[in-house]
């Protein structure tokens, strides 16, 4: 099992999102039943945003875009549905953390953050907040931050191999199904849209 360092290795940086990324993948394995990665397709993961909570559960649950078995939805929900291959029995788990309380100050410079202030001592402040909701997250009980539910979802098709084919105007190559046609040419998308 990945520790969080190794998590904020692939990533790049410490996070609340890569926190609650984190406690998901795990309570996802664990119920699951699951010791190890998925190294093929027998796990798929649907996300249902494109934070870095995302990133934490690529790295620990093994569900990659590339094999398939990481299913994006964008519906901005800290929502993450896991099925197993091919019983179709899954778990939802959703996050129910409330975090640690801010003064009014610390607030404030929030809000300055977020309108472009980058002072020393707003960075600071950002800084020392994100690390004490991470801090939060890695150690709340699990029944504190995340909501399991069993599901039974229908599976999506297992990852397609397309033959790959040549644009006719830019030369780069595309997978098949996303070939279109435009003045008799198979072109890509890309070049399909172009005017």
Known sequence: MKRFEEVVSFHGHSCPGLALGYRVALAALKAMDMEKISEDEELVAIVENDSCAVDAIQAVTGCTFGKGNLIFKDYGKQAYTFVKRPSGNGIR??????????????????RRYGRGDRSEEVVR????????????????PEKALLKI????????????????????????????????????KIVCIPCFERT
């Not at 402040?125 to 709340?140: D, M, P, Q, W, Y």
Request: with cysteine; charged share 35%; hydrophobic share 30%.
């Open 125 to 140: 402040a950002v800084h020392n907040r994100k690390a004490r909701k991470t801090r939060a997250i890695l150690e709340s």
């Open 149 to 184: 539910t069993k599901v039974k979802v229908p599976l999506p098709q297992e990852a397609r191999i397309y033959q790959s084919l040549s644009c006719g105007m830019c030369g780069e190559k595309m997978a098949e199904p996303k070939a279109r046609v435009k003045e008799g």
């Open 93 to 110: 788990i959703s996050i129910d953390f409330t975090p640690p309380e801010e003064t009014e100050k610390e607030k404030e410079l929030w």
